[in-house]
């Protein structure tokens, strides 16, 4: 059954490092999201990707934050200077439509650590 | 302002019996509700969809009612088993494709 890969599973950076979290969508899906979970928090939308643009963005998704789709596969997120508070599980998760009429396929998440 | 609540106390049940688990929210009117899965340290498992103009929807042991004028959904787990227990999460989609979580019950199920 296909699934949607991220890596790394865990990334450990320093206050104020750039960082750059991968996932590979389904491959017949068009659009594609990240969440954040901070733990014991709820799962939270940052950010939701549809033919090479944003599509919706969240108040968390500030300009520290970017995505981008650079090749046929891949979907990326990218976070500038990271905070202590950027410390959470980030889930891509992608679907074949939008507006609810398809479920989103979460991948196994990357849990970022900013110490 | 909008909110999404569960109950967030754990509901522990015994196995053989049905775990009824609620999803309230207020100012939306979501023209899709869905159930996701959640285990520990993993992303969240789509189980339901259930539309507006939908009352009921089944799926093996699974069943979601969705009552717009009470702004409520209701899941239902029969015949629960100890690999039921996880947590079960309400998302609302809000403001065109993006998905708005409720906190989430946790299910324990015991043998």
Redesign the interface.
């Known amino acids: 059954e296909p699934e949607v890969t991220q890596t790394p599973s865990h990334q450990v950076t320093q206050m104020g490092q750039e960082v750059i979290l991968r996932c590979v969508p389904i491959s017949n899906h068009l659009y594609f999201y990240w969440y954040r979970q901070i733990l014991g928090q709820k799962v939270e939308f940052l950010v939701s990707f549809y033919n090479n643009e944003i599509s919706e963005k969240s108040e968390i998704f500030d300009d520290q934050f970017s995505v981008e789709r650079p090749d046929g596969s891949n979907f990326t997120l990218k976070i500038r200077s990271t905070k202590l508070e950027d410390s959470a599980m980030y889930f891509c998760a992608s679907s074949e439509t939008t507006g609810g009429t398809y479920e989103q396929y979460f991948g196994p998440g990357t849990r970022l650590t900013v110490t | 302002s909008q909110k999404i609540e569960q109950n967030s106390e754990a509901l522990n049940i015994q196995e053989g019996k049905t775990a009824t688990l609620t999803c309230n929210y207020t100012n939306y009117s ?3 509700l ?1 159930w ?1 899965r ?1 285990d520990p ?6 189980l339901l ?1 259930i539309r507006e103009n939908e009352k009921e929807k089944r799926k093996e042991r699974l069943k979601v009612t969705f009552d717009t004028t009470l702004k409520q959904s209701l899941f239902h787990i029969t015949a629960s088993q100890p690999a039921d227990s996880a947590t079960y ?1 309400c ?1 609302l ?12 019950t946790r299910l324990m199920v015991k043998p």
């Open positions: 979501p023209a899709y869905q996701y959640q340290g993993r992303g969240p498992v789509f969809l999460l998302a989609e809000n403001a065109g494709n993006m998905l708005t979580f409720g906190g989430g």
